[in-house]
C-alpha cells in the first residue's frame, strides 16, 4: 500500500469515527421535544449570561469560551463552555447575551445542554440560541453575534457548562 493511500484510508477512518462518536454524544431532535414537554414551557427566569466563544469546525464542530452567569440578586458566577456539533464547517469568533430560566439552585446550571439548530453565516450574523439542560430543566434563551464564516447542517447539538 502505497504512503498516499494508507494516509488517505487513516484520515478516512479518523473521521468517521470521531462523526460517530461526536453523533453518539448527541441525541436526535425528538428527544429534546420529549425533554421539553417533562419541564414544562414556563420556566422562571433566573438571571442573565455573557458569553465569548470560538468555533472550528471540519464535518465536526467544536466550540469553546468563557462566560459570566449573572443572577437576579446580583450575584456574578464565571463559567466555561465546550461542545461539538456534527455536520458543520467553518470558523467563527463571538459574543452570546441571553436570559437563564430554571434555575432551582446555582449548581444546576452546570451540565449538558443540547439544542437544535443551523446556520449559515457569511462574515458577520446574528441568531438566536435555545439550549436546555434535560437533567435540571434549566434553559438558557439567547442571541448569538459573530463574525467568520460557518454552515452548519439542521442538526443537534451538544455544550458542556462548568464553572471556573
Known amino acids: 500500500m502505497t504512503p498516499w493511500r494508507w494516509t488517505s484510508n487513516l484520515c478516512a477512518c479518523l473521521g468517521a469515527a470521531v462523526l460517530l462518536a461526536a453523533s453518539s454524544l448527541i441525541p436526535s431532535p425528538s428527544y429534546a421535544q420529549n425533554v421539553n414537554a417533562s419541564c414544562g414551557e414556563h420556566l422562571p427566569l433566573s438571571g442573565t449570561l455573557t458569553f465569548d466563544g470560538a468555533s472550528v469546525a471540519m464535518i465536526v464542530g467544536l466550540r469553546w469560551g468563557q462566560g459570566v452567569l449573572t443572577l437576579n440578586n446580583g450575584t456574578e458566577v464565571p463559567f466555561s463552555a465546550r461542545g461539538v456539533k456534527p455536520l458543520e464547517s467553518g470558523m467563527q469568533v463571538g459574543t ?11 449548581q444546576d446550571f ?54 471556573r
Open 96 to 106: 452570546v447575551t441571553g436570559e437563564v430560566y430554571g434555575l432551582s439552585q446555582i
Open 110 to 163: 452546570v451540565g449538558q445542554y443540547r439544542g437544535v439548530g443551523q446556520a449559515v453565516v457569511p462574515v458577520q450574523s446574528e441568531g438566536d440560541l435555545i439550549l436546555l439542560n434535560p437533567t435540571t430543566c434549566v434553559a438558557i434563551v439567547a442571541r448569538s453575534a459573530s463574525t467568520g464564516f460557518r454552515f452548519s447542517a439542521p442538526n443537534a447539538q451538544s455544550i458542556q457548562v462548568q464553572f
